[in-house]
């Protein structure tokens, strides 16, 4: 079956940094697109980032452009997400989602993915 863990999240101060992994198991990241997603409370869920491990194409939020970056380990099955100079508006639980396999920066809508992770909290104070 198809599982996704999230792990990473925390507590940082604004401008610091964080590093989210989503370890995939049940299904070969390589051959499918994964997204992260967050949702803050009272507000809808958000497309983040999402990576085409097909041929490692990425696509980002604008909020997250030139702050945070995706990437993938095959070996590990394990997708990443690096987030720089975080921001208090950054604050959410996040998601990791998969597998997908469809174009462009579809990834970043939430109804391209049937499962996703428990979620990790991460929290930017200011």
């Known amino acids: 079956e198809v599982q996704l863990v999230e792990s990473g999240g925390g507590l940082v101060q604004a401008g610091g940094s964080l590093r989210l992994s989503c370890a995939a198991s049940g299904f070969t990241i390589d051959h499918y697109e994964v997204g992260w997603f967050r949702q803050a409370p009272g507000k809808e869920p958000e497309g983040v980032s999402c990576?085409?491990?097909?041929?490692?194409?990425?696509h980002y939020a604008d909020s997250v452009k030139g702050r945070f970056t995706i990437s993938s380990d095959g070996a590990k099955n394990t997708v990443y997400l690096q987030m720089n100079s975080l921001k208090p508006e950054d604050t959410a639980v996040y998601y990791c989602a998969g597998p997908a396999h469809t174009y462009g920066d579809k990834c970043l809508n939430k109804g391209e993915y049937d499962h996703w992770g428990q979620g990790t909290q991460v929290t930017v104070s200011s």
């Open positions: 990576i085409s491990n097909n041929d490692g194409t990425t």
